[in-house]
């Protein structure tokens, strides 16, 4: 625990990665399904806590309640507004094993709730009650991975404070399962093509239907390697030519953004100067570019 920065090596924690994505989507999508419907999808997504990730409260008629991930104690916590709460123990357990015991636990609760159970934003998607075949839990990992988020979510809140504009909160997308935090121009943008595995075009239409500058951290499935991210929609001409630091910050041609991989950052003499120069200097690239209104959109009345 005394590592603010962990290594989060991808081939140390692959299994577990994918397992936990998965249990990730079955609590976010209970959330989803009772939360209003907030624009960009801004009603799904966890919070980081001082142990793990939250759904944070959600109505269920009169009543409230909240899922919690523990990774320090490594287990599932369903609270209600009465007082009651149910514990499923974080260990190696299948995705249907893990989906079977939450329904259970608000069963018990007397929360009777319906989700679309196939997997969003992934290739292959095997739908919860069936998935036998994901079922790893390494403690060790699952803790280095909230403890990254936790200070990386620091910094994105410190880089947040800084715009004036429209700008979202900084939150887990369970879909995509990454940190992201996002500002926007306050211009619409061209429709965007859609086409992201299993998730419906007409989410990431309304989600892009303004201009973004987007940044956030993944864990790496795909890319090989945890890394921080930067991207802008639409990419002004020049995005990827545009300079930005720190040195070891580069513009993958493949994804269409930028990239600091997360040992570069833990890596540094100082790990949040050089994420903050990466999200500063990224943002600036596409606000430049795309001529935003820059001055208008900055934050000048604390400091």
Known sequence: MSDLWPSLALDAWQDT??????????????????????NHSWHLPLYLTARGLTTTTIPYGSRVFQIDFDFIDHQLQISTSE?????????????????????????????????????????????????????????????RFWRVLLQSERVLR??????A????????FWGSFDMAVTRFSGRSAPEHPGGVPHLPDAVAKEAYSQEVSSAGFWPGAGLGYPAFYSYAYP??????????????AFFHEGLGEFVL????VREANDPDRAL??????TYSAAATLANWDQDALKQTWFK
């Open 276 to 281: 903050m120069a990466f999200l500063q200097s």
């Open 158 to 163: 410190e880089f947040r404070s800084h715009f």
């Open 17 to 38: 990665y994918t397992t936990l994505h998965m249990w990730t989507q079955v609590v976010g999508k209970i959330r989803m399904v009772q939360t209003p419907w907030i």
């Open 165 to 172: 504009g429209k700008v979202s909160p900084v939150h887990f």
């Open 83 to 143: 007082g009651q709460r149910r514990i499923i123990k974080l260990t190696p357990r299948s995705v249907a094993d893990f989906y079977r015991a939450v329904m259970q636990a608000l069963a018990d609760l007397d929360i009777s709730i319906k989700i679309n159970t196939s997997p969003n934003e992934v290739t292959d998607p095997i739908p919860f009650e069936q998935d036998e075949i994901h079922k790893s839990y390494d403690a060790e990992y699952a803790n």
């Open 261 to 264: 991989p997360l040992d570069a």
């Open 235 to 248: 990419a002004p001409d020049g995005f990827g030519k545009a300079p930005v630091q720190p040195e070891s």
